[in-house]
């Protein structure tokens, strides 16, 4: 099984709200990744997780807040978002080598009003 | 290649033909290089890997080349077929200590039946 799941597959929110965005894998992976893909670009790495804990953070704004309760789920909290945050948010995990394979979900298409 | 403005390179191909996508990459050092497959909507989806310390690997229906010298890797569908129209994007491991991929801008690739 080489699935990355991702709930939900769509949001839609204002400027004010809060919202999660949650990714789980059963791979047993130890390094869990946001990244942030706009429309016709590649995807841009935001956090990376080495065993549940924060690894890097690619100077992302702190409305964007990373949690991971487990080796199994990341978590990305939403807060006081713009506009220009509208994108797909893509979870990946991969094994503990640099060259082990990193699996990406299918995303999270986020639109903020 | 590289994109120019919001707009992909497109390489366009005929049903049953081979195609060639191509990718230059940015750092000498990058031990290890994939090839992902992205659908519209959904996450990009691993299709071969290669080692710095080869040049060639076979998959299935797939060739990946890596010319270290001149910095280039390249990718090879033969066969091509309808669902074979994506966009392609290449990804290195630029620093063996983070275990996070740098992506390459991208290929839409259109097959003609």
């Known amino acids: 099984d080489t699935e990355v799941t991702q709930t939900p597959k769509h949001l839609v929110m204002g400027m004010t709200n809060k919202k999660s965005l949650k990714c789980e894998q059963h791979m047993g992976h130890r390094a869990m990744y946001w990244y942030k893909q706009k429309a016709k670009k590649p995807p841009e790495l935001m956090f990376v997780?080495?065993?549940?804990?924060?690894?890097i953070n690619e100077s992302v704004p702190s409305r964007f807040s990373p949690e991971c309760p487990n080796s199994s789920l990341l978590n990305l909290h939403l807060h006081a978002l713009q506009p220009e945050d509208s994108a797909l948010y893509l979870c990946a995990s991969t094994g503990v080598s640099s060259t082990d394979t990193q699996y990406f979900g299918p995303g999270t298409r986020l639109t903020v009003l | 290649g590289e994109s120019v403005g919001l707009h992909l390179p497109t390489l366009s191909v005929q049903e049953g033909d081979n195609s060639i996508i191509n990718c230059a990459y940015s750092?000498?050092?990058?031990?290890?290089f994939i090839w992902y497959k992205q659908e519209s909507g959904k996450g990009p989806q691993f299709i071969i890997d290669i080692r710095s310390n080869m040049d060639k690997r076979q998959g299935q229906r797939v060739t990946v080349l890596l010319n270290k010298t001149v910095k280039h890797l390249s990718l090879q569908i033969a066969a091509t077929q309808p669902g074979d129209s994506a966009v392609y994007f290449c990804?290195?491991?630029?620093?063996?200590?983070?275990?996070?991929?740098?992506f390459g801008s991208g290929t839409r690739l259109q097959v003609q039946p």
């Open positions: 990804a290195e491991n630029m620093d063996t200590g983070r275990r996070a991929l740098t």
């Open positions: 997780y080495s065993y549940e804990k924060l690894s």
């Open positions: 750092n000498s050092a990058s031990d290890y």
